[in-house]
């Protein structure tokens, strides 16, 4: 056999590998992530997680109602031509308290006081990293 078909039957078998196998080497991989979790970006790596709440399945689908409605109104002040920068701000921060208002009316006592306590510890590890803001 020459080299010259030698070289391309390697060639050959070296694409079909790279056009058949990285799928199904994806597809193994990623086998935690089919069964619905994701992998953590590498600045979430750090963080603390977020607490288990044990939420019920009624809470559950209140949580997700509100999240969805809360996604929907910042899409809409995102595309509003008519606002600044800074009003677009204003708006996304006013839906995001009143989401966290609402998220917190939904919580049991005991719930409320783990992801309060939750929260000051995530502030606390974050103000740690973080440098003091210069004036």
Not at 79 to 100: E, F, M, W
């Amino acid at each position: 056999m020459n080299t010259k078909t030698l070289r391309n039957g390697v060639l050959l078998a070296a694409g079909l590998l790279v056009a058949y196998g990285s799928p199904a080497l994806a597809r193994a991989a990623g086998g935690a992530q089919d069964a619905g979790q994701t992998q953590a970006t590498p600045a979430q790596q750090n963080r603390p997680a977020r607490p288990d709440l044990n939420l019920s399945d009624d809470q559950k689908a209140q949580m997700k109602k509100i999240h969805e409605g809360a996604k929907s109104q910042i899409e809409a002040i995102n595309n509003d031509t008519a606002l600044s920068s800074d009003q677009k701000q204003a708006k996304i921060q006013a839906v995001r308290r009143g989401t966290h208002k609402q998220t917190e009316a939904i919580l049991t006592p005991e719930q409320r006081q783990t992801m309060k306590a939750w929260r000051q510890s995530h502030r606390g590890e974050k103000s740690e990293d973080e440098p003091p803001p210069s004036n």
